[in-house]
């Protein structure tokens, strides 16, 4: 497997921040950067790594607290979410409120994602795929030949994600990890944005919400 990855849950909502790299080229990515960018920025240069983007699979604070931080520091462009969450990143500042979490500047990413969109980094690839139901612009980011997604806030282990934030949507959410998630394979290893890993198969077979 050329990709590698390490996952380093951040701000009080021990999001977890993924890190994943090409082997060959140590060209690597953040996904999902939600606050403590110091930390990230030791982790990766610990690493040896060259950051070239920043991918975002969701607009929620949690998420994106250290994108700005992460993008100005390495000067590299942010990629995602879908537009449809457009409306999260214009109110990052009434999310900071919210959620007491540390101010952040609004920002809107280099490139908006769809369905179908392909993302490089040194010589791995990573599909979008969209799936919307936690919020409507939501991805999830697939590098299919590691098996692995990296699920944001749709699909954790033993539970899913919430929709009774504004513009979720509870039967959207469940069409999405039923529909466009599963279908990557059961043995497709499931990196959440909160908690322990999973498999697509295990939580076929035991998660409760999606049985």
């Not at 993008?71 to 979410?81: E, F, L, Q, S, V």
């Not at 409507?136 to 699920?151: I, N, Y």
């Not at 295990?202 to 049985?211: A, G, H, L």
Request: proline share 7%.
């Amino acid at each position: 497997m050329s990709m590698k990855y390490i996952s380093i849950p951040v701000t009080p909502f021990e999001q977890n921040c993924s890190i994943a790299w090409c082997d060959a080229t140590k060209e690597s990515v953040f996904i999902d950067p939600g606050g403590d960018a110091d930390e990230l920025i030791g982790a990766s240069d610990a690493k040896g790594l060259k950051p070239v983007a920043i991918y975002l699979t969701h607009g929620h604070l949690d998420h994106v607290g250290g994108t700005t931080a992460l993008a100005d520091h390495y000067k590299i462009p942010i990629w995602g979410p879908h537009k449809d969450d457009a409306y999260w990143l214009e109110a990052l500042h009434k999310q900071a409120q919210m959620f007491g979490l540390p101010e952040c500047r609004e920002f809107a990413p280099d490139h908006w994602l769809d369905n179908g969109d392909q993302l490089v980094f040194g010589e791995e690839k990573m599909e979008v795929v969209h799936t919307p139901g936690h919020t409507p612009g939501h991805l999830v980011l697939f590098h299919r030949e590691s098996a692995v997604v990296f699920s944001g806030d749709l699909l954790f282990r033993g539970s899913i994600g919430r929709s009774d934030f504004p513009g979720g949507d509870h039967q959207q959410l469940i069409d999405s990890i039923k529909n466009r998630l599963f279908p990557l394979g059961d043995d497709v290893r499931v990196v959440p944005g909160h908690g322990p890993e999973t498999t697509i198969g295990e939580e076929k077979r035991t998660n409760p919400f999606v049985r």
